[in-house]
């Protein structure tokens, strides 16, 4: 690292640093660094999208974190895995390609956040997006972003879409088109049967050629440096080593809904009560740091079923993948090309909701507790998710260790309109499931047999859900009081400290949020570009 000073240093490679450290830096005259405290995020196990059971379940490229117990969740602890690698969680993701509904820009314009409505935010998802199948206004088919349809060739995306008609669902064609409502089967962050992660499509193609873009792997932000009111550059712990970069304009803070307030907070930043507790020395009163946590809570049902097309563990299988191996080494195409979550929709509860209150994720395979828990034999699983819950919570510290992780509470299910809007999305779901198209493919109800009564969901409910890995909002844009940024992305009533990532948005789209994450940094580039 021959330089340690830089006109913007961007803390976290993830989807929104990595688009807007690469946008910045298409400037020869403006010096950009990013720090990334895990790898560089370009190997096999990240670009083969099979490869994610090996990360999600595990530490590779992966924080791995842990909620607090959660009472909604009869005290469990859920599980927060976030990408440690160069791509952020896009690394690590089921690559679904979905920006949310129009509603949901619409509504954060409406809250006082100019500039970010539906129709101000599309050129920038479009600027992003390099769509190889779909060209029409809604698309963009020249940006860094490979977009695309899946090349798994799995027959049960038929199944599937025949089981939507079966159940009387719409069906939709493009999840980010006209009509967001339906069933459908998801375009995916790939090319050429290849994970596109945000690195590989922002960042890697310029390491190493762009000489004012300094990307410096394995390097955990620390502490925001400020000099009174003003972010003055980054402390970081690299190979054991503290160091110091210097920001002559700006630090963005790219590094997630979890890991941005924690190291505001460490840095003296964010409620004063609490940083008080922690020992940390108050440097700016900011009451909205780490509060407003959203996350989709999500439930997934189980179904064994005999067949080779389906991922699983047996004998066959076993055979069935040896021949997937050699078929996507030479040809990319296959099983070992499927994101398993292949088949979604978008359905309404109540149709007289302006927009889709449920997700769901048809994934090849049977998915228990992420994928930590494995079976013997092949199946199939169907997610379910309350895309707008009421349920808030909050990200604090643990201790002023800033390797320690933070305290996660997103209080899953405290509000009792989440558990209702669940069981309703629950007995959708479960109508999908028990058509006549997906109810022949399988062998055994692995989980929901016996639930028959809204007692008896609501009891799985507790017993079940979890993440679907979406959090949100913990340093949110607004100009209320609880408001961490302005709508140029600034931290209120500080110099040279702007946020670039998923904890800006004021409450959670309706859907996955890697894309809408990446439309953030391009906006952010845009701001900064025009000095606002």
Not at 137 to 166: C, F, K, M, T
Not at 210 to 226: F, K, P
Not at 459 to 473: E, F, K, N
């Amino acid at each position: 690292m021959s330089e340690t000073s830089f006109d913007y240093i961007v803390v976290g490679g993830g989807a929104g640093g990595c688009a807007v450290a690469s946008r910045l830096s298409e400037d020869p005259n403006v010096s950009v660094a990013v720090l990334e405290a895990g790898g560089d995020g370009n190997s096999w196990v990240v670009n083969t999208p099979a490869a994610v059971i090996a990360m999600l379940p595990t530490k590779l490229n992966n924080w791995a974190f842990e909620t607090v117990p959660q009472p909604g969740l009869n005290g469990r602890r859920g599980y927060q895995p976030r990408g440690k690698a160069l791509g952020g969680s896009s690394a690590i993701n089921a690559m679904c390609y979905i920006r949310g509904n129009r509603w949901d820009y619409d509504h954060w314009a409406a809250l006082g956040n100019d500039g970010w409505s539906y129709d101000d935010v599309l050129p920038f998802f479009k600027r992003s997006e390099n769509n190889a199948e779909l060209h029409d206004e809604y698309h963009g088919n020249d940006g860094p972003l490979r977009v695309g349809g899946l090349q798994s060739d799995n027959p049960y995306a038929a199944i599937y879409l025949e089981a939507g008609r079966q159940a009387g669902y719409p069906l939709t064609q493009d999840f980010n088109g006209a009509q967001q409502e339906g069933v459908g089967i998801y375009q995916v962050t790939q090319h050429n049967g290849e994970r596109w992660s945000a690195a590989r499509g922002y960042l890697h193609p310029y390491m190493g050629k762009r000489s004012n873009l300094q990307v410096i792997t394995g390097a955990h932000a620390t502490r925001i440096l400020m000099e009174g009111k003003r972010a003055t550059g980054v402390e970081f712990l690299q190979g054991g080593q503290k160091r110091s970069l210097t920001a002559k304009r700006e630090v963005l803070l790219a590094g997630g809904s979890l890991q941005t307030p924690q190291l505001m907070m460490l840095s003296g930043i964010g409620p004063g009560a609490h940083l008080q507790q922690m020992g940390i020395p108050l440097v700016h009163e900011l009451p909205g740091v780490g509060q407003n946590l959203q996350d989709h809570p999500d439930f997934t049902f189980n179904y064994y079923a005999d067949s080779l097309d389906l991922m699983g563990f047996s004998i066959g299988g076993s055979v069935r993948m040896t021949r997937e191996f050699w078929r996507y080494n030479s040809k990319r195409r296959g099983l070992l090309s499927s994101n398993f979550a292949e088949g979604g929709a978008f359905l309404k509860t109540d149709p007289s909701l302006p927009a889709p209150d449920i997700q769901l994720h048809f994934v090849i395979g049977m998915v228990d507790d992420h994928a930590r828990k494995l079976h013997l034999g092949h199946g199939y699983s169907c997610h379910v998710c309350v895309l707008r819950p009421k349920s808030m919570g909050e990200v604090t510290l643990a201790s002023s260790d800033p390797l320690a992780a933070p305290l996660i509470n997103p209080r899953f299910l405290e509000h009792p309109d989440d558990m209702d809007t669940l069981v309703r999305g629950f007995k959708m779901t479960r109508k999908l499931m028990d058509t006549p198209a997906l109810s022949s493919a399988r062998t055994r109800d692995k989980l929901t047999a016996n639930v028959h009564t809204d007692d008896d969901i609501r009891a799985i409910l507790r017993a079940r859900t979890d993440t679907v890995y979406h959090p949100v909002g913990t340093c949110k844009m607004g100009t209320d009081a609880m408001a961490v940024v302005d709508p140029a992305l600034k931290v209120h009533g500080l110099q040279g400290l702007r946020i670039v990532d998923a904890s800006i948005m004021p409450t959670l789209i309706g859907g996955n949020t890697n894309a809408p994450t990446m439309m953030i940094g391009e906006k952010a580039a845009d701001l900064i570009r025009a000095g606002s």
